[in-house]
């Protein structure tokens, strides 16, 4: 089969077509026809070798993958050679990933399209790591409570799209950071009841007018390094934080002085270390149950990528202008 591969560590220009060998399914496990994929910044970091959690090299990168079951393993009753499936299913060590005509998973991993979800399914690929992000962070570890104010940071941004649903579906009142009025009527389409433009207000500014300077109770930094010290500025004494991003350096008096309680998410953990594996169809059933019911959908970046120029997608990516999640069809 085709896949798009990494021989070496470096720039988007690492990706090279090679032709390799098909998978075959083993116990527990189906292989995917691959339909198509979405990028995420974990990608970008395994290529470039700040994060060493890759497949051996040459590696096939990407976990997100939407496509249609073409073989079944031994001891899989949940699926059947036919279905359209989509989730978070590889691209890390020991287990290639989409970037390739085929893809082997274990089912644990993968969710049905069912006809009541009116996604189409290539479109599926955009939500499966950045809704687990951030379910995992607001539900799993802060366990978000209806009437709840809660702050998520870069509310157009992958992560930060997925947790403005969540948040609502789940009966939060949502405060969202944004950088432009454009980005601003994107996080209100998406549920954000109050937009913070960051650049223009401080922190104790959007304190004072939404929270009446006590902070917000729950906060969901998707950004990291030194937004990181303004979420913690943000929350409020006893509150909750979350952040995806935490490889950097921090003086955290301020999180000790406020007794904050910080919760690391890492999406990836399942994968490389085989840990909470059987809590995914759990989690994958809430994706699928706010799909079936219309509260939930993918902002897609303006830019969709074929899977041969990956390399462009990663360029997009680290550019800082994508909104929402880059498409990758293949």
Same mark, same amino acid.
């Given at each position: 089969?085709?896949?798009?591969?990494?021989?070496?560590?470096?720039?988007?220009?690492?990706?090279?077509? *090679?032709?390799?060998?098909?998978?075959?399914? #083993? #116990?527990?496990?189906? *292989?995917?026809?691959?339909?198509?994929?979405?990028?995420?910044?974990?990608?970008?970091?395994?290529?470039?070798?700040?994060?060493?959690?890759?497949?051996?090299?040459?590696?096939?990168?990407?976990?997100?993958?939407?496509?249609?079951?073409?073989?079944?393993?031994?001891?899989?009753?949940?699926?059947?050679?036919?279905?359209?499936?989509?989730?978070?299913?590889?691209?890390?060590?020991?287990?290639?990933?989409?970037?390739? =005509?085929?893809?082997?998973?274990?089912?644990?991993?993968?969710?049905?399209r069912t006809p009541?979800?009116?996604?189409?399914? %290539?479109?599926?690929?955009?939500?499966?790591?950045?809704?687990?992000?951030?379910?995992?962070?607001?539900?799993?570890?802060?366990?978000?409570?209806?009437?709840?104010?809660?702050?998520?940071?870069?509310?157009?941004?992958?992560?930060?799209?997925?947790?403005?649903?969540?948040?609502?579906?789940?009966?939060?009142?949502?405060?969202?950071?944004?950088?432009?009025?454009?980005?601003?009527?994107?996080?209100?389409?998406?549920?954000?009841?109050?937009?913070?433009?960051?650049? =223009?207000?401080?922190?104790?500014?959007?304190?004072?007018?939404?929270?009446?300077?006590?902070?917000?109770?729950?906060?969901?930094?998707?950004?990291?390094?030194?937004?990181?010290?303004? %979420?913690?500025?943000?929350?409020?004494?006893?509150? *909750?934080?979350?952040?995806?991003?935490?490889?950097?350096?921090? =003086?955290?008096?301020?999180?000790?002085?406020?007794?904050?309680?910080?919760?690391?998410?890492?999406?990836?953990?399942?994968?490389?270390?085989?840990?909470?594996?059987?809590?995914?169809? *759990?989690?994958?059933?809430a994706m699928s149950?706010?799909?079936?019911?219309?509260?939930?959908?993918?902002?897609?970046?303006?830019?969709?990528?074929?899977?041969?120029?990956? %390399?462009? #997608?990663?360029?997009?990516?680290?550019?800082?202008?994508?909104?929402?999640?880059i498409l990758l069809?293949?």
């Amino acid at each position: 089969m085709k896949a798009m591969v990494i021989e070496k560590f470096g720039g988007p220009e690492v990706f090279v077509e *090679r032709e390799v060998e098909t998978p075959e399914p #083993a #116990a527990g496990q189906v *292989r995917i026809k691959v339909v198509a994929s979405s990028v995420n910044p974990i990608e970008t970091k395994i290529r470039s070798g700040l994060v060493k959690a890759g497949p051996d090299m040459p590696a096939i990168l990407n976990g997100d993958v939407a496509g249609i079951v073409d073989k079944v393993g031994p001891g899989v009753t949940a699926f059947n050679e036919g279905d359209e499936v989509f989730g978070c299913a590889g691209g890390t060590k020991g287990w290639p990933g989409a970037l390739a =005509d085929f893809m082997v998973a274990d089912a644990r991993l993968l969710a049905k399209r069912t006809p009541s979800m009116a996604l189409p399914l %290539a479109e599926c690929a955009a939500l499966p790591l950045v809704f687990l992000t951030a379910w995992a962070a607001l539900v799993e570890r802060a366990d978000i409570q209806a009437g709840e104010h809660v702050l998520i940071h870069a509310g157009t941004g992958g992560v930060g799209h997925a947790a403005i649903q969540i948040a609502k579906h789940l009966g939060a009142r949502v405060a969202t950071t944004v950088s432009t009025p454009e980005k601003a009527e994107l996080a209100g389409k998406l549920g954000a009841d109050d937009i913070i433009f960051y650049r =223009d207000e401080s922190v104790d500014a959007y304190k004072q007018r939404l929270t009446d300077g006590r902070g917000f109770s729950l906060v969901f930094d998707t950004v990291g390094k030194e937004n990181l010290d303004r %979420a913690i500025e943000a929350t409020a004494i006893s509150g *909750r934080l979350c952040s995806i991003n935490t490889r950097s350096t921090h =003086d955290l008096g301020l999180m000790h002085a406020k007794g904050l309680t910080l919760h690391v998410i890492f999406r990836s953990i399942p994968l490389l270390h085989g840990i909470g594996m059987d809590d995914q169809p *759990r989690l994958l059933a809430a994706m699928s149950e706010m799909l079936e019911q219309g509260a939930l959908r993918p902002l897609l970046d303006e830019k969709r990528f074929s899977f041969a120029h990956v %390399a462009d #997608a990663h360029r997009r990516l680290e550019s800082g202008l994508t909104v929402g999640k880059i498409l990758l069809q293949r």
